[in-house]
Nanobody
Framework: QEQLVATGGAVVQPGGSLRLSCAASGFDLNIYNIGWFREAPGKEREGVSRLTTSAETFYAESVKGRFSVSRDNIKGTVYLEMNDLKVEDTAVYYC?????????????????WGQGTQVTVSS
C-alpha cells in the first residue's frame, strides 16, 4: 500500500525547534517533488516549503530563514527543520509528494498526501 507518513509534531515553547519527518511506503520518495503545507484552526491551508527533485528549495515568507527542508536519499526521507518557532506556527503540518513540479504551493498538484502531524507552539 502506497502511503506517506509525517511525524515529529509536538508541543514546544516559543523560540524552540522541531524536526518533522516525512517517509513513504510503497514508493520511492526520492523521485518526487515535496511540498510541506500547514493548516491552522480557522485559517486557510498554507504552503510552507517545497523541495524539488533537483534540490531546489522554496519557502513561504512567513518561515523564510527559520525553516529548512532537506532530503536524505539513502533513507528516502524528507525533513522539515523548524527553528525559532512562533505561536503563529501552530498548525497541522502535511507533507506531500508529486511527480510534477509545483511552482506555487498548489495542493491539488501532488499525488500523495500525508496524514498530518500537529505542531503546537505555546508557553
Amino acid at each position: 500500500q502506497e502511503q506517506l507518513v509525517a511525524t515529529g509534531g509536538a508541543v514546544v515553547q516559543p523560540g524552540g525547534s522541531l524536526r518533522l519527518s516525512c517517509a513513504a511506503s510503497g514508493f520511492d520518495l526520492n523521485i518526487y517533488n515535496i511540498g510541506w503545507f500547514r493548516e491552522a484552526p480557522g485559517k486557510e491551508r498554507e504552503g510552507v516549503s517545497r523541495l524539488t527533485t533537483s534540490a531546489e528549495t522554496f519557502y513561504a515568507e512567513s518561515v523564510k530563514g527559520r525553516f529548512s527542508v532537506s532530503r536524505d536519499n539513502i533513507k528516502g526521507t524528507v525533513y522539515l527543520e523548524m527553528n525559532d518557532l512562533k505561536v503563529e506556527d501552530t498548525a497541522v503540518y502535511y507533507c506531500t509528494a508529486g511527480i510534477y513540479r509545483d511552482d506555487d504551493f498548489t495542493w491539488a498538484l501532488y499525488d500523495y498526501w500525508g496524514q498530518g502531524t500537529q505542531v503546537t507552539v505555546s508557553s
